[in-house]
C-alpha cells in the first residue's frame, strides 16, 4: 500500500496544568488516529456536538496548535519536525476553509487581496497576466467571475460569495487537501447544496481530499465518504458513513441519530433527557469511558479504561464501546441496578 496522504496516530492534546499552572485539565481530544490515503481522493467527516473536540482536531492539522502526544504525518514525514520551507510546502498542499464566511477577510481590503497575497507569497505567476488568469479559473470552479467580485469589499458579498472564494483561494494553490471546518453551518440552505457539490466535484475531477468538520449528519450523509464520530474528545464510532449512520452501534451514536426530527407526524421524535455533567469525565486522560454517566447500558468496566475500537459491521465500521468485546465479559449494569442499595 503507498504512503498515506495525512496520517494521524493516537493524537492526544490536553489543556491546562504545567509546572505554573497547577489547576484542572482539560482533555480536548484523546488516542485519536485517523488516515487519509493519496488515492482516491475521498471525504473523510469528523463530526460531533460542540465542545467534541472537531475544531481542535483541524487546528492541529493545520499546524496552529501542537499535540501533547502523539504523531501528525504528511507523506510520511512529520508536520512537528518539517524545516521552514517544508513547512511552506505543506500549507500550500494542506488549505482551509473556515466557518465564518467574513472573519478571515481583512474589511480594509478588497476581495481581490486574498487571491494576491496567495500568489505572490507561494511565487504562483510570473506575470499580472498569468495570475489574472490564475484567479479567474479558480473563481470559474466556485460559478463565479472575477470582474463581478475583485473589485468589491468583503462586506458588499453575501455570506454565500464570501464563502465560495475562500473556496476559490484554497483551490488557486492546487491543494492536496482542504481542511473545512463547518463550511456551510452559516450559510442558507441553497447555498449549502452548492457549497457541497462544489466539494463533490473538487474531489472527483480534481483530486482534492477533504477533511470536513461538521456537526450536520444530514451534510455528512450526503457527502461524506468515511466518518469519525466524536464524543468529548474520543472516537466513539468510525467506518462508512452510509453505514455508520444507517446502522449506528455506539450507545452516543444511536442516540444522536435518534434525536433527528423525522418529517413523519406519526412518529414520535425526542430522546433519553439527561441532566448529567459528562464533562466531569474529561479532566483526567486515564479516566474511563466519557459517555459513562449518559449510557444506560454503562459497566462498571467502563470506569476502568476507555474502550478500543471493536469491529461491529462492514467497511471498516467500529464502534468504541464495550458491548462488543466477548460476550461473557459484558454485562450491562443498568440505572436501576445501581439505585439499589448493598443489603447490610
Known amino acids: ?132 488568469e490564475m ?11 472575477g470582474e463581478e467580485v475583485l473589485e468589491k469589499y468583503p462586506h458588499q458579498l453575501s455570506g454565500g460569495q464570501r464563502q465560495r472564494i475562500m473556496v476559490a483561494r484554497a483551490y488557486l494553490l492546487k491543494p492536496r487537501l482542504i481542511v473545512a471546518d463547518e463550511p456551510v453551518s452559516m450559510v442558507d440552505a441553497s447555498l449549502r447544496a452548492m457549497i457541497l457539490d462544489i466539494m463533490l466535484r473538487l474531489r472527483d475531477e480534481h483530486g482534492i481530499s477533504f477533511l470536513y468538520i461538521t456537526h450536520d449528519l444530514s451534510t455528512a450523509y450526503q457527502i461524506g465518504d468515511e466518518i469519525y464520530l466524536l464524543y468529548q474528545g474520543t472516537v466513539a464510532e468510525r467506518g462508512d458513513t452510509v453505514e455508520v449512520i444507517d446502522h449506528p452501534k455506539h450507545p452516543y451514536v444511536q442516540l444522536l441519530i435518534d434525536s433527528i426530527p423525522v418529517p413523519d407526524p406519526t412518529i414520535r421524535w425526542g430522546g433519553r433527557a439527561t441532566t448529567v455533567d459528562d464533562e466531569e469525565m474529561r479532566v483526567n486522560v486515564h479516566s474511563g469511558c466519557r459517555f459513562y454517566p449518559r449510557c444506560d447500558q454503562r459497566m462498571e468496566r467502563c ?42
Open 1 to 132: 500500500m503507498s504512503q498515506p496522504l495525512l496520517e494521524i496516530e493516537n493524537v492526544t492534546k490536553v489543556y491546562g496544568g504545567g509546572f505554573l499552572q497547577r489547576g484542572p485539565v482539560t482533555v480536548a481530544l484523546q488516542d485519536l488516529s485517523l488516515t487519509i490515503q493519496q488515492e482516491p481522493a475521498k471525504i473523510i467527516t469528523v463530526a460531533g456536538e460542540s465542545g467534541s473536540g472537531k475544531t481542535t482536531l483541524a487546528n492541529l492539522v493545520l499546524g496552529f496548535i501542537k499535540p501533547t502526544a502523539g504523531h501528525i504525518r504528511y507523506r510520511g514525514q512529520e508536520v512537528a519536525a518539517m524545516t521552514p520551507q517544508e513547512l511552506k510546502q505543506y500549507r500550500r498542499e494542506v488549505q482551509a476553509v473556515f466557518q465564518d464566511p467574513y472573519e478571515v477577510y481583512n474589511p480594509f481590503y478588497r476581495v481581490k487581496h486574498v487571491f494576491d497575497m496567495a500568489i505572490r507569497n507561494f511565487h504562483l505567476a510570473r506575470s499580472r497576466q498569468e495570475a489574472r
Open 303 to 344: 470506569l476502568q479504561s476507555i474502550p478500543p475500537l471493536y469491529p461491529v459491521g462492514p467497511k471498516g465500521h467500529e464502534a468504541a464501546c464495550f458491548l462488543y468485546e466477548e460476550p461473557s465479559q459484558a454485562t450491562p449494569t443498568t440505572r436501576s441496578e445501581e439505585a439499589v442499595p448493598a443489603a447490610d
Open 135 to 145: 484567479v479567474e479559473e479558480a473563481l470559474n470552479v466556485v460559478g463565479m467571475r
